[in-house]
């Protein structure tokens, strides 16, 4: 116990180092010595993580998604998918760094699509300026018995770095999320494959737009954080 929890510090330690940013506890040099060595272990046997851009590319959607189409919030011309594929682009460069199997996934996901963790990121949107604060859900559809979890993870890291409000109520839309029924479309995650959405923050909010528009590095760290967390309790 003592030693995953060595791991997983010297593992965020990287993540909090790639960005340049300064870990809150990385005071002394036992600290900067931890190494990758230690984070390597984090990720034997292989972890694989999507990470999908929620609306990206979802002008392909086929017959069974068309709903898909024409969907998905914006803010004065700046488009939702662009935001989300920021994010996912800089958490998937911070895992990959750190010996991840990444997949950066447009919104519509291969067939059957198998992975040990199927992240979606979104970006909500109000009518509202006033509206603000992330929120995450799991597949109400999880076999995996692991989802729940995941949620849990996600909402606290991703809290904890961008300081942004957590919303506890979730949507339907998010808990039945399209690409987590494998019941309904082919183009779904695989039962087998742990399945959470994020919507980041809202894109009509300033206060929001600090962390996923002006620093979505910050974003991005949230999420590889969390992941590298669920990750490190994985017992091979
Ligand atoms: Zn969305």
């Known amino acids: 116990m003592r030693g995953m929890t060595k791991t997983m510090t010297a593992g965020l330690c990287l993540l909090f180092g790639t960005i340049g940013a300064t870990p809150p506890d990385a005071a002394g040099p036992a600290f900067a010595t931890a190494g990758t060595d230690a984070l390597a272990s984090d990720v034997q046997p292989p972890f694989r993580v999507a990470l999908q851009a929620g609306h990206w590319r979802a002008d392909e959607a086929p017959r069974e998604l068309s709903g898909l189409r024409r ?16 994010i996912a682009r800089r958490a998937a460069a911070l ?3 750190s010996g991840y199997d990444v997949d950066v996934l447009p919104a519509v996901v291969p067939r059957a699509y198998q992975a040990d963790l199927f992240i979606a990121i979104h970006a909500d949107g109000s009518a509202d300026a006033r509206a603000s604060g992330y929120r995450v859900a799991s597949s109400r559809r999880d076999r ?9 993870v996600l909402g606290a890291a991703y809290g904890e770095v961008t300081g942004l409000r957590r919303l506890t109520t979730t949507t339907r839309r998010m808990r039945n999320y399209y690409a987590f029924n494998y019941r309904r479309y082919r183009h779904s995650i695989h039962p087998a494959t742990v399945g959470v959405i994020i919507e980041t923050g ?3 909010s300033s206060r929001d737009r600090a962390v996923i528009v002006d620093d979505p590095d910050r974003a991005a760290l949230g999420i590889a954080r969390a992941v590298q967390a669920y990750s490190a309790t994985q017992v091979p």
């Open 202 to 204: 809202f894109l009509t």
């Open 71 to 86: 969907n998905g919030t914006s803010w004065q011309g700046m488009h939702e998918w662009e935001v989300n594929l920021e």
């Open 144 to 152: 995996t018995g692991r989802a729940p979890e995941v949620a849990e």
């Open 95 to 97: 895992l990959e760094e």
